[in-house]
DNA sequence: TGTACATCAGTGAACGCGCGTTCACTGATGTAC
DNA sequence: TGTACATCAGTGAACGCGCGTTCACTGATGTAC
């Protein structure tokens, strides 16, 4: 899809760009803003490292517009279940296997709290951002439109998630998603 | 409380080594296994860095006994809550702002999840041993024993203290700790 | 349309800093007699 | 109980590696005429 694109035309930086934030958005969900080094990086993006800094004023201004599109891309899934099947569905591609097992395309809200938690700044303020509008969404798809709930929802989702990535023992894992999967639609069912 | 206990002796040491698993195991939880550098960790220990490895074979060797010393320190709070107050009580202490604001001595499972996703070995272990643990103790504590319930409750549990402590803003982590809070309440009343 | 020139995306070597790890040394501890 | 000696916790300098950042250079692009 254009990786050939590589020269001093216009058209070629907006490509090495955009190609450069999405490799970095996918490896930060995958491994943390940490563990992403620009050469690396940029080598996955078939470039060298020096020309890193006409694309980035630093790794931090990188790591910022990454997750930006991180957030963005991350939740288009859940809005289109949202259109889809509601909170149901929602709840359903939330904690589906392939969401555990795919970190660099999922949610970002999932994959980077305590990064966030532990930066500051405009990522910060993105993440805040994301998390209020996955609040809304639920809220106004639950019976009653129960804000309660809705973070009740929201919280199960994510920490489902980041438990069933971070523990080591697959039957655990699969349990932990399945059955807040089930105790989520038991509990949607009985409010309606 | 022995702070000053400096020396040669094999009491010495056992105080220098407990201190610096402490510290490390407080700074961990803040701060992410990452952001804890050798050094650093030895000064706030009260020692200097070259005598780390009279302790440790390796920092990762320290990493690993501090996330043992977190997660057994960070459950206490949880076990003495359910003894007192069951279900119920573990929710409000797990989801208070006091354990929000001080994840240096708060539980472990939220603060590390992502840093253990991302490692292998003995700290992941023992963190889904942990995690196992919370499970047992809340189906045990659910009306019915009802294992999806508790998994919920973990996973709403988990996720709202991330999410309260990765959030910028105060008003959506505060209500995100309360309505997770009511919801969860809530929902123990209605099944029992 | 063609030509000369300035710009600048991308290259790869080099720099500097932080940090994990090593090491020679010191002096207190604990043990053998 | 006292003395000589080996051990080893702790010190602080030094090493080496990884990584973010800089820089001189190249050659294609795009623009001025």
Redesign the pocket.
Known sequence: VGFEL????????A???TRIVNVASRRIRRDGID????????NEA???????????A???QLVAEAIDVALVEGSQRTYAAAEVGGADAIIDGYLSRSHREKPETGCAVAALPSDIARGNGRARTAYSRQVRRYTELLTGLTPGRDADEAHLILAALVGAVVLARAVNDRCLSDAMLENTRRALHRRLDHLS
């Open positions: 590589v020269g001093s035309s216009q058209a070629a930086k490509a090495s760009h563990s992403v080094a620009v050469a690396e990086l940029m078939g470039l060298t490292h020096g020309g890193f800094y006409r694309h980035f630093s790794r931090d």
